[in-house]
């Protein structure tokens, strides 16, 4: 009964045209955040944060100044907006390895290479050198940055069985590593013009991880 009451009230939905409507204005939305975040994105990778304002993205984007702050409390939180979708994406990735990872080779390669081939646009690489301080903030107070240290620290204590460490601190800090090295490595030779592609990256990391936890 509770089944057809819902249908009934979803079929009115419809004949009054409230679904479509609601529908519409949910992807207009869903467009103007994305039009402000690529926006955000693009003067935050050619000026970096400090130096963007609100009136340079609504400038640009020909949004009005009430609509941004309808979506964004000031430059600050569209940037930890960014880094949040950056991170789940990175979150994604690692996921999908993990699934697909018979070793632990495999899974640190492929989790480094995945994330080297994310950030490795020549805007990604602009954002991170701009801002580095601001990335490094943003990134370790993101719950999404959080979730992906306890994954591999369950994974690391339980699924891998490394025989290496014991001590349930140690995983936890070996975790961190593994979250916090690659970006560190993806500057310095990003900033010291050192012209590495993802895959030999990612194969040192894996190699220098692997001797490791393995050893």
């Known amino acids: 009964m509770e089944d057809k009451g819902l249908q009934e009230f979803l079929n009115v939905f419809k004949m009054t045209g409230i679904e479509p409507i609601l529908g519409k204005r949910a992807s207009q939305k869903k467009e103007v955040r994305k039009r402000l975040m690529n926006e955000g994105l693009a003067l935050f990778s050619s000026h970096g944060l400090e130096k963007t304002t609100v009136s340079d993205i609504v400038e640009n984007t020909k949004i009005a100044r009430g609509t941004f702050y309808n979506y964004f409390a000031d430059t600050q939180s569209l940037?930890?907006?960014?880094?949040?979708?950056?991170?789940?994406?990175?979150?994604?990735?690692?996921?999908?390895?993990?699934?697909?990872?018979?070793?632990?080779?495999?899974?640190?390669?492929?989790?480094?290479?995945?994330?080297?081939?994310?950030?490795?646009?020549?805007?990604?690489i602009q954002f991170h050198i701009l801002n580095q301080a601001q990335i490094r903030q943003s990134s370790y107070q993101s719950d999404i940055i959080k979730t992906i240290v306890k994954n591999l620290n369950r994974d690391l204590k339980s699924d891998f069985k490394i025989k290496a460490f014991s001590e349930k601190y140690e995983f936890l800090l070996l975790s961190f590593m593994l979250v916090g090295t690659p970006p560190e490595l993806f500057l310095a030779t990003h900033t010291s013009d050192i012209n590495l592609s993802s895959d030999q990256l990612a194969t040192f990391l894996a190699k220098l991880f692997h001797k490791v936890l393995m050893e």
């Open 79 to 124: 940037f930890d907006a960014i880094i949040d979708e950056l991170n789940q994406s990175v979150k994604t990735v690692i996921q999908k390895t993990r699934r697909e990872s018979k070793n632990i080779y495999d899974y640190l390669y492929g989790a480094f290479k995945s994330y080297f081939d994310l950030i490795g646009t020549s805007e990604m």
